[in-house]
């Protein structure tokens, strides 16, 4: 949906194309922060379905929903009062003088997008939660349905909203966080709906939604916080990057953001492998079936390396006809930025980022978190903070540097985890 989006708000303007593209970046920075209980709520779920417990599982689900409902009004508070300071970093000195009346601002652009995502973030935080959890627990045909449902609604609104076709008004960015809004609305309606199901593998409880349990917080906390600290880390760190890139100027940032969409579709389907060894890593655990969890993990890694090499294969055949979908022909300073090249970098990223997905969803289901943590920490300080200022601003590589750095990034820590997963350390790990 968000290649969608990108579509059309590449049409307002290359420059509010890449302000809505930093605003994504926030939300997703802030909304990791919930990954400390959907995580942690993931792993202690499959153990309980695992040995046929499904109260034990109904009630973690009950827990973590509260939880969430109870983060999403910190969350939309940030993102709307945090907004006009966080954007400050984008430079646009270079269309200064060349300025036209249809020019749209990347600046005004995110903060108008991000200040009207924030009025839905208790939906769109606690949805979140819900459909994670039911992903998580191996319903991915519910999680399929509700999500589809999200984004053909989304798909649908947002021309219309962004254009003002059928008599609707002409919203600019503000249609596209509307009708954000308005999917995601529709998609909770639906998530309540399932899980209040008695046929649903999981089933919200009212009572266990609305009666804290702080045995329940503690270990959630506890198996849930190195994933968290992880994926924050990662994603500050991803932030980071950005603003280097925003720093190199706007026509970087666009490409930078058009990549990154493009990329947020293709992990898509390796989350979706990694979800699948995490889920039955976890639920073959929880049974005491070691053999067929490190089987089903390192079939799953050999599976997504074929898919790898299929994407690769694919973006190096189509990569001009990928430009021209997001860039105006007006915007002739995009389009001879040496996209091509930068792109050829990116499709290589594809196959070890693939790969590492995989990999580390099995070594989560497993409950081997803190390993995953500290190399992810280890690769953020090192690659993506330290390595890519060296080389997009004291070796001038530019934006192409930035994606070599990332591709090293991914080789990497997939190799690192390969090896600790083929160890089998993780078959000693004891969830409490």
Not at 13 to 18: D, E, T
Not at 74 to 95: A, D, N
Not at 125 to 144: E, P
Not at 335 to 350: E, H, K, S
């Amino acid at each position: 949906m968000w290649l969608i989006e990108a579509v059309f708000i590449g049409r307002l303007s290359a420059a509010a194309l890449g302000g809505v593209g930093f605003a994504l970046q926030i939300i997703l920075l802030t909304s990791t922060l919930l990954l400390t209980f959907v995580m942690g709520a993931i792993i202690l779920i499959n153990r309980h379905l695992g040995s046929d417990d499904r109260w034990g599982a109904n009630h973690i689900l009950g827990q973590t929903v509260m939880v969430g409902f109870l983060l999403s009004i910190p969350i939309g508070l940030v993102w709307y009062f945090g907004s006009p300071f966080l954007f400050q970093l984008i430079q646009e000195k270079e269309f200064l003088t060349n300025i036209s009346s249809s020019y749209v601002s990347g600046m005004n652009s995110g903060i108008q997008y991000l200040q009207l995502i924030a009025m839905f973030a208790p939906i769109l935080v606690t949805n979140f939660v819900a459909v994670g959890l039911i992903r998580g627990a191996g319903d991915t045909h519910k999680s399929m349905i509700i999500n589809v449902t999200m984004n053909v609604t989304n798909a649908v609104l947002t021309p219309i909203l962004i254009n003002g076709y059928f008599g609707f008004p002409e919203m600019g960015v503000r249609g596209a966080a509307l009708a954000m809004g308005i999917a995601h609305s529709l998609g909770f309606c639906i998530t309540l709906f399932y899980l209040r199901k008695r046929t649903s593998t999981l089933f919200l409880s009212f009572h266990e939604l609305t009666t804290p349990n702080i045995k329940s917080f503690k270990q959630l906390f506890k198996m849930g916080l190195p994933t968290t600290v992880e994926q924050l880390v990662w994603s500050m760190g991803q932030l980071v990057v950005t603003g280097y890139v925003a720093l190199i100027g706007i026509s970087a940032l666009a490409i930078h953001q058009i990549i990154l969409r493009i990329q947020g579709v293709l992990s898509m389907f390796y989350l979706g492998f990694g979800m699948a060894a995490m889920t039955h890593m976890g639920k073959n655990l929880g049974a005491n079936n070691h053999h067929i969890a490190e089987h089903t993990g390192k079939m799953t890694h050999r599976i997504v390396f074929v898919f790898g090499l299929a994407i690769l294969v694919v973006m190096i055949l189509f990569s001009k006809p990928l430009l021209h979908l997001f860039i105006r022909k007006e915007d002739v300073v995009i389009a001879d930025f040496g996209f091509r090249m930068i792109f050829l970098v990116f499709a290589l990223v594809q196959v070890p980022k693939a790969m590492n997905t995989v990999i580390s969803g099995s070594l989560r289901g497993a409950g081997d978190i803190q390993w995953i943590m500290w190399i992810n920490i280890f690769a953020v300080l090192l690659f993506e903070i330290s390595l890519n200022w060296v080389g997009a601003f004291i070796l001038h590589f530019g934006l192409i540097g930035i994606w070599l750095v990332q591709g090293m990034d991914e080789i990497v820590k997939s190799s690192i985890n390969y090896f600790r997963f083929k160890g089998g350390k993780w078959k000693l790990i004891r969830i409490s």
